[in-house]
């Protein structure tokens, strides 16, 4: 799971145009539907047409009323009164993707279940961090996964579904790798398995990724971070635009939420996500094993909850957002007990915001891991990487 925020930089952010939309993802979700906002036929069916979507969405104050407008008549699937109830929950302040049952992240759409943490386009850096230098066939632990979007979009990377490129503005991010293909690469969300064991134990070696996420909408910018190696790691995983189409990767999860886990079992596979307290949840035959783990523990401090916006405040499990008095209470458990988890040049990424990095960077140093800060300041992000 991880923190929704507002001091720290998450919701209302550069994720969010403004306070209505919280979720980072919905300036850019969306490919079918009216967006003109007029009446009439939309060629698919529907009486009137959807122009009073759009209408009703952008009264409601979504900013971007067009592209929820397409993604909530597609959810809808033709059904009048469906539609009506969704677009009534949207402007009454339901997020986006609880209504629809996913989000879009890195490429992909994720299954996101009722209350669980909507993953936000910033997290996105986290990723391209992990998979930068990650070996085929490395071992990777989503800790704090929440809905395991980020696991899921480490898998599908491993698995060439998804590439880094370069959009138009010069940013770099994560697209399907292949752009014709279905929108959803299980339909329906039905469950899916990684071809790992149903009952949460750990196979030695290398995990047949299976097919374990939602090939989605592409999403935004993310990239050119500050960091002084920041350039080399995106070149040493985009190399013009090519798939790593490498041997995989063997990605596990673990959170304490049970709706989080639920979510995660979606796009990770069942016995891919465990229940429980950190370290733990995790089976002790990754102990000494893991290659990349990543972070997103919740970091907004107590204190700043009462400030985010509804969207998170009210919608969002409080165990994702409350990261303690001065939002690193996880980060630092965390921390401490990553060592003896890594593997030999393992690495730890966790995010956290711009004004905590050096608290973060801080904890990694106390705890023999040497720190390194990577900033993005097109999506507001900051990752801190260590390695033992």
Same mark, same amino acid.
């Given at each position: 799971? #991880? ?7 998450? =919701? /209302? ?17 969306? !490919? ?9 036929? $939309? ?47 949207? +402007? *009454?302040?339901?997020?986006? !993707?609880?209504? %629809? ?8 759409? @994720? ?6 943490? @909507? ?7 986290? +990723? ?9 066939? *490395? ?8 809905? &395991? ?19 138009? $503005?010069?940013?770099? +991010? ?12 299980? *339909? /329906? ?10 009952? &949460? ?13 939602? %090939? ?19 070149? #040493? ?5 090519? @798939? ?10 673990? $959170?304490?939420?049970?709706?989080? %886990? ?8 069942? &016995?891919? @996500?465990?229940?429980? $307290? ?24 107590? #204190? ?22 001065? &939002? ?21 990424? =966790? ?10 960077? *801080? ?9 390194? =800060? ?9 990752? %801190?990487?260590?390695? +033992?």
């Amino acid at each position: 799971m #991880a923190p929704g925020g507002d001091g720290t930089g998450r =919701i /209302g952010g550069a994720d969010s145009a403004d306070g209505t939309d919280g979720s980072g993802q919905l300036e850019r979700v969306g !490919e079918t539907g009216s967006a003109d906002g007029t009446g009439g036929s $939309d060629g698919r069916g529907w009486v009137g047409g959807t122009g009073w979507v759009v209408r009703a969405l952008r009264a409601g104050g979504c900013v971007f009323a067009e592209e929820e407008a397409a993604v909530v008549i597609e959810a809808a699937a033709g059904d009048r009164g469906e539609l009506e109830r969704l677009v009534g929950e949207r +402007v *009454a302040g339901r997020p986006l !993707e609880h209504l %629809v049952g996913w989000a879009a992240f890195a490429g992909l759409r @994720v299954v996101v279940g009722p209350g669980v943490f @909507v993953p936000r386009r910033r997290t996105e850096l986290l +990723v391209r961090a992990a998979v930068r230098d990650a070996p085929d066939g *490395a071992v990777v632990v989503d800790m704090c996964c929440g809905s &395991g979007a980020i696991g899921a979009a480490i898998a599908a990377y491993g698995e060439g579904r998804i590439r880094l490129t370069t959009d138009a $503005d010069g940013d770099t +991010v994560f697209v399907p790798a292949d752009p014709g293909g279905p929108v959803d690469g299980n *339909a /329906g969300f039905e469950s899916v398995t990684q071809g790992g064991p149903a009952d &949460g134990s750990v196979v030695p070696g290398g995990i047949d990724q299976g097919n374990p996420v939602h %090939v989605g909408v592409e999403l935004g910018a993310v990239g050119q971070s500050g960091s002084a190696d920041a350039g080399a790691g995106v070149e #040493a995983v985009d190399r013009g635009g090519a @798939v790593d189409g490498g041997g995989g990767f063997e990605v596990w999860g673990a $959170d304490v939420e049970a709706g989080a %886990v639920a979510s995660a079992r979606r796009n990770l596979g069942d &016995g891919r @996500v465990f229940e429980g $307290d950190l370290f733990e949840a995790l089976p002790a035959g990754l102990r000494g094993r893991v290659d990349v783990m990543v972070v997103n523990a919740p970091y907004v401090p107590s #204190a700043a909850i009462a400030t985010m916006p509804a969207e998170a405040r009210v919608h969002e499990a409080p165990i994702a957002l409350d990261g303690g008095g001065d &939002g690193l209470d996880l980060q630092r458990r965390i921390v401490a007990g990553a060592a003896e988890w890594l593997a030999g040049g393992g690495r730890l990424l =966790i995010e956290t915001s711009e004004q905590q990095a050096s608290l973060t960077a *801080a904890l990694f140093e106390a705890a023999g891991l040497h720190p390194r =800060i990577e900033r993005d300041e097109s999506s507001d992000a900051t990752v %801190v990487v260590g390695h +033992v």
